[in-house]
């Protein structure tokens, strides 16, 4: 059976006690990464009409929406009573506390911002940068794994992957759940996109295809995750996750039926 390694959560260690932890360190190759691929869809004219000098700008708001999106989705959807009692804990980053569907919320908003700052469409912007997120998703759970936290449900000592993680406290093996989510929500579906925008499409099935892509892969990994322990299971036996994950498959199918119909291309 699989242990985890236990490896030292600070990356890079400076004289001191400070250092850099490797989950900020993933949170920098994610935002690297979104710059880079962004800048060489650019340049290849995919989509047409965008400049190179745009992405600095357009890190800015995904950045913003990222970290305040991410943090208040936290706050409201995981644990809203504790905050509501001690508010100015919610300042309090450096403790953990970011959900991915708060944050995604906050960078659609930060797009619209960004669409309506370079007099381009919502869906034109979500549309570009809909392949550009994955890696990034990668990257996180990756850092997830690295910290040994969020680990997954108890699973057959016989499962040739299962793995104990020490956090756990209870000596069981566990799904990694954290690497299922890197290769689904990942690496995954990070090919599906790359591959479908390589073609013009019409506005807002790029942000389709990854409303359903994310939402099915988070849905399906969840399975595997341990819930989050002041939460449990909740209706018909779902965790938060999924259940903040249907409602994007379900946008995502309506938003892709509408822009079929849709004559404007990338």
Known sequence: MLVHPQFDPVAIHIYGGFGVHWYGLMYLIGFVLFVMLGRWRIRRGNPPGWQTSEMDDLLFYGVMGVILGGRLGYVLFYKPAFYL??????????????????????????????????????????????????????????????????????????????????????????????????????????????????????????????????????????????????????????SMGQLLSLPMIIFGLVLLVWSNGKKSML
């Open 85 to 238: 009692a001690h508010p100015f804990d919610i300042l309090k980053v450096w403790e953990g506390g970011m959900a991915f569907h708060g944050g995604f919320l906050g960078v659609l908003v930060a797009m619209a911002l960004f669409g309506r700052k370079t007099n381009r469409s919502f869906f034109q912007v979500t549309d570009f940068i809909a392949p550009l997120v994955p890696l990034g998703l990668a990257a996180g759970r990756l850092g997830n794994f690295i910290n040994g936290e969020l680990w997954g449900r108890v699973t057959d000592a016989a499962t040739p992957w299962a793995m104990i993680f020490p956090q756990a406290m209870d000596g069981l093996p566990r799904h990694p759940s954290q690497l299922y989510q890197f290769a689904l929500e990942g690496v995954l579906l990070f090919v599906i996109l790359w591959r479908y925008s390589a073609k013009p499409r019409a506005t807002g099935q790029i942000s389709a295809l990854f409303l359903i892509g994310y939402g099915a892969f988070r849905f399906i990994a969840e399975f595997a995750r341990e819930p989050d322990d002041f939460l449990g299971l909740l209706a018909m036996n779902l």
